[in-house]
């Protein structure tokens, strides 16, 4: 058995690595090839191309990469049209994998999408793009299988391992024995990003707020997870010049970890929100591309959700502040990190009561399930094969 699959960031990555490792128990002679992070490769896949260079955000930020990126794809798609795996996995990066994977599919190969776009939030023309594309669309969310059957589109929900992964009952104190952190104190767990783009446009403004919370709450304490040494030197840059005596701990990873010893979590939107409603913290999430890409999303009315996060599109009720474009500013960060410390009990029960909801309808053993439906797909495919043999 030889899998092919490819992630394009770090928490495609994660989901890939996972899935590996339950495919592995099916087919344990299986090998796997593709692009992969870190944790696909520990997981057992050969990585043929650097997963890093496929993680860009925004729109017009991918033209200098266009070239290098389209020269990788064709490669890819050459190297497997030549010598078929028996499954390709394209898992989230839409943007990469649809067109491959619908080269691939209509050359026979049993293709899946795992990691639903989001489609039903912002540019649903990419719909075009996954009809007669592929055999099957896993999902992480219930409600978007009845957006893709309204699409002819077969999908599948499997849950997320993410809520598999976080205890229902994220403890404070265990997390901030494992980073030795102080027992008491507050704690505002900070995460700038875990790509260069993400650095480059929030890190000015999430310095500047820290600063002027520092001077107001000198007691508090900032712990700023880093996923890797470049993210790291870059992000020390900006605090030299914008922040030189800001007090801060700055941990390498385990930003779950951090999450789970904080009091107040902020942080740049993406999964990694999604992962601070699974360990219950109040965040505040912020987000901001180049000015040009956002001109091209707003002229194209590309944006149909209601909000920019996971946890306030899966809940439909804004419950996480979200800080986005011209929004994002030091003063709005303070604002509205100083309004969640002063917020209710009443106010803090009934958001952490919304969260827990979801972690338990997300919590599906997803991991397994997804590789389980991929046998099963693989298997009635192969039967349907046989058939047409016979015939």
């Given at each position: 058995?030889?899998?092919a699959?490819?992630?394009g960031?770090?928490?495609?990555?994660?989901?890939?690595?996972?899935?590996?490792k339950?495919?592995?128990?099916?087919?344990?002679?299986?090998?796997?090839?593709?692009?992969a992070?870190?944790?696909?490769?520990?997981?057992?896949?050969q990585?043929?191309?650097?997963?890093?260079?496929?993680s860009?955000?925004?729109?017009?930020?991918?033209?200098?990469?266009?070239?290098?990126?389209?020269?990788?794809?064709n490669?890819?798609?050459?190297?497997?049209l030549?010598?078929?795996?028996?499954?390709?996995?394209g898992?989230?990066a839409?943007?990469?994998?649809?067109?491959?994977?619908?080269?691939?599919?209509?050359?026979?190969i049993?293709?899946?999408h795992y990691?639903?776009?989001n489609?039903?939030?912002?540019?649903?023309?990419?719909?075009?793009?996954?009809?007669?594309?592929?055999d099957l669309?896993l999902?992480?969310?219930?409600?978007?299988v009845d957006?893709?059957?309204?699409?002819?589109?077969?999908?599948?929900?499997?849950?997320?391992?993410?809520?598999?992964?976080?205890?229902?009952?994220?403890?404070?104190?265990?997390?901030?024995?494992k980073?030795?952190?102080?027992?008491d104190?507050?704690?505002?767990?900070v995460?700038?990003?875990?790509?260069m783009?993400?650095i480059?446009?929030?890190a000015?403004?999430?310095?500047k707020?820290?600063?002027?919370?520092?001077?107001?709450?000198?007691d508090?304490?900032?712990v700023?997870?880093l996923?890797?040494?470049?993210?790291?030197?870059a992000?020390?840059?900006y605090?030299?010049?914008?922040?030189?005596?800001?007090?801060?701990?700055?941990?390498?990873?385990?930003?779950?970890i951090?999450?789970?010893?904080?009091?107040?979590?902020?942080?740049?939107?993406?999964?990694?929100?999604?992962?601070?409603?699974?360990?219950?913290?109040p965040m505040?999430?912020?987000?901001?591309?180049?000015?040009?890409?956002v001109?091209?999303?707003?002229?194209?009315?590309?944006?149909?959700?209601k909000?920019f996060?996971?946890?306030?599109?899966?809940?439909?009720e804004?419950?996480?502040?979200?800080?986005?474009?011209?929004?994002?500013?030091?003063?709005n960060i303070?604002?509205?990190?100083?309004?969640?410390?002063?917020?209710?009990?009443q106010?803090r029960?009934?958001?952490?009561t919304?969260?827990?909801?979801?972690?338990?309808?997300l919590?599906?053993n997803?991991s397994?399930k997804?590789?389980?439906?991929?046998?099963?797909?693989?298997?009635?495919?192969?039967k349907?094969?046989?058939?047409?043999?016979?015939?």
């Amino acid at each position: 058995m030889r899998i092919a699959l490819l992630a394009g960031e770090t928490s495609g990555d994660v989901l890939g690595a996972r899935l590996i490792k339950s495919l592995s128990k099916i087919y344990p002679d299986a090998v796997f090839e593709g692009i992969a992070g870190q944790e696909m490769q520990s997981a057992g896949c050969q990585s043929l191309f650097p997963m890093e260079r496929l993680s860009i955000m925004g729109i017009i930020e991918v033209a200098p990469r266009y070239l290098e990126l389209r020269n990788a794809r064709n490669k890819l798609i050459q190297r497997w049209l030549d010598d078929p795996p028996d499954l390709f996995v394209g898992i989230d990066a839409p943007d990469f994998n649809l067109y491959l994977e619908k080269k691939l599919y209509q050359a026979g190969i049993p293709t899946v999408h795992y990691v639903s776009p989001n489609v039903w939030a912002w540019r649903q023309g990419r719909l075009k793009k996954m009809i007669n594309a592929m055999d099957l669309m896993l999902t992480l969310f219930p409600f978007e299988v009845d957006f893709y059957k309204k699409h002819a589109i077969r999908a599948q929900f499997v849950g997320h391992p993410l809520a598999d992964e976080i205890p229902l009952d994220a403890d404070k104190q265990s997390a901030r024995e494992k980073l030795g952190l102080v027992r008491d104190g507050h704690i505002l767990a900070v995460l700038p990003g875990s790509r260069m783009g993400e650095i480059k446009h929030l890190a000015d403004d999430f310095l500047k707020a820290l600063n002027t919370l520092h001077q107001k709450h000198p007691d508090w304490l900032f712990v700023i997870p880093l996923v890797n040494d470049a993210i790291r030197r870059a992000f020390t840059q900006y605090k030299q010049r914008i922040a030189p005596d800001l007090p801060v701990t700055l941990v390498e990873g385990q930003s779950r970890i951090v999450m789970q010893a904080s009091d107040q979590i902020l942080l740049a939107s993406g999964t990694a929100v999604l992962e601070g409603m699974l360990v219950n913290r109040p965040m505040v999430a912020a987000y901001r591309i180049s000015a040009l890409s956002v001109a091209i999303i707003r002229f194209f009315r590309m944006i149909k959700s209601k909000y920019f996060t996971l946890p306030n599109n899966l809940l439909n009720e804004y419950l996480v502040p979200e800080l986005i474009q011209e929004q994002l500013t030091e003063k709005n960060i303070v604002s509205e990190i100083e309004k969640q410390f002063n917020e209710t009990q009443q106010q803090r029960a009934y958001r952490e009561t919304r969260f827990d909801e979801m972690h338990h309808q997300l919590r599906q053993n997803a991991s397994e399930k997804a590789a389980i439906a991929l046998r099963d797909l693989l298997e009635t495919k192969r039967k349907t094969n046989k058939r047409e043999q016979q015939g």
